[in-house]
């Protein structure tokens, strides 16, 4: 069984639009994790949420909304998409401190 | 400022010639140094732990260790299977939830 899944895995779409990505994780988790790597793999953490509370809000653009209607899931929408915003976004999640189970990533390209 | 430094960027061994990869921080009160392996396409895929100078932790062919200033991924005999991007986070500076990664070492192993 997937631990932690991400849906869609590739997204492409012009610049202006809004877009779910959505996450789910089995492992009965209470923290899940949003992180964004960009072109140079270089990997950094947007939001984290526990038991559904947001405890982590980096300094990401306010087009950038994530949402957990419950432990199991957390969700990222994003409006008004940039070029800018093209990356590989990964949801993770974890029980104890730092992200353990990264889902497979969705890779985000605006055109 | 960096927190995290990763060297080398990139290293190329031989199938069985062992050697390390290095991570320093400039944290001070460290809480936790991470190493994760990251395959092509895939999410990062946690690996280690480590708390306290001096503490060591084995996987396979894999060995983490860390002083106060830094920690190792020492690498024995590899594989071609080890090929990956190995990266290494730790809490900033005040904050133990969310992690700062390192840009990674990408270990290439020929046969």
């Known amino acids: 069984d997937t631990a932690v899944s991400q849906t869609p895995k590739y997204l492409v779409t012009q610049m202006g639009n809004d877009k779910s990505i959505k996450c789910e994780q089995n492992l009965g988790h209470d923290t899940m994790y949003w992180y964004k790597q960009d072109s140079k793999k270089f990997l950094k953490i947007m939001f984290s949420?526990?038991?559904?509370?947001?405890?982590i809000n980096e300094t990401v653009p306010n087009r950038f909304s994530p949402k957990s209607p419950d432990k199991a899931h957390l969700n990222l929408h994003i409006n008004s998409l940039e070029l800018g915003d093209s990356a590989v976004y990964f949801c993770?999640?974890?029980?104890?401190?730092?992200?353990?189970?990264f889902g497979p990533g969705t890779r985000l390209t605006v055109t | 400022e960096d927190q995290v430094t990763q060297s080398p960027e990139a290293l190329r061994l031989q199938e069985g010639e062992s050697s390390s990869l290095n991570c320093s921080y400039t944290v001070s009160g460290l809480r936790g140094l991470f190493w994760y392996r990251q395959d092509p396409g895939k999410g990062p895929e946690f690996l280690f732990t480590?708390?306290?100078a001096g503490e060591e932790k084995e996987k396979e062919r894999l060995k983490a260790t860390l002083t106060k200033k830094e920690s190792f991924l020492h690498i024995t005999a590899p594989k071609p299977e080890d090929s990956a991007t190995y990266l290494c986070a730790v809490p900033p500076q005040g904050g133990s939830e969310k992690l700062v990664f390192g840009k990674g070492t990408k270990l290439t192993v020929n046969p």
């Open positions: 993770a999640s974890s029980q104890r401190q730092g992200p353990r189970y």
């Open positions: 480590l708390y306290s």
């Open positions: 949420y526990n038991n559904k509370e947001l405890i």
